[in-house]
């Protein structure tokens, strides 16, 4: 699908998520957020060193440790570069007089 169409969209969330209340207004609920999204080219990576190397940095990134990966690793997995070339982003913060709902139920 990448070699016919290499254009992608990413979108990257926080971690601080929250709904508003508005109390009885239904039009005064809001939420608390922040992402960044993008506009950006895919490729999948061939070189054993520039997938090893993308391994590495997703691995440091998500873990905060250093991890050396064989050829068989590297070699069991695809890994897509994404060079990104145009982004936004947005950032609604908590207010003080903000009332946090609690998380839905299932």
Do not use: W
Not at 90 to 103: A, G
């Amino acid at each position: 699908m990448i070699q016919a169409n290499s254009h992608v969209f990413i979108e990257i969330d926080g971690s601080d998520e929250a709904l508003v209340s508005g109390g009885d207004i239904p039009c005064k609920y809001s939420s608390v957020y922040s992402s960044v999204m993008g506009r950006g080219e895919a490729t999948y990576l061939e070189r054993i060193d520039e997938k090893a190397h993308g391994l590495q940095v997703l691995m440091k990134h998500q873990t905060g440790r250093e991890f050396t990966f064989t050829e068989a690793m590297v070699n069991s997995v695809g890994v897509v570069q994404i060079k990104v070339v145009d982004y936004t982003a947005k950032r609604r913060r908590q207010l003080e007089q903000d009332i946090i709902m609690p998380p839905l139920t299932k």
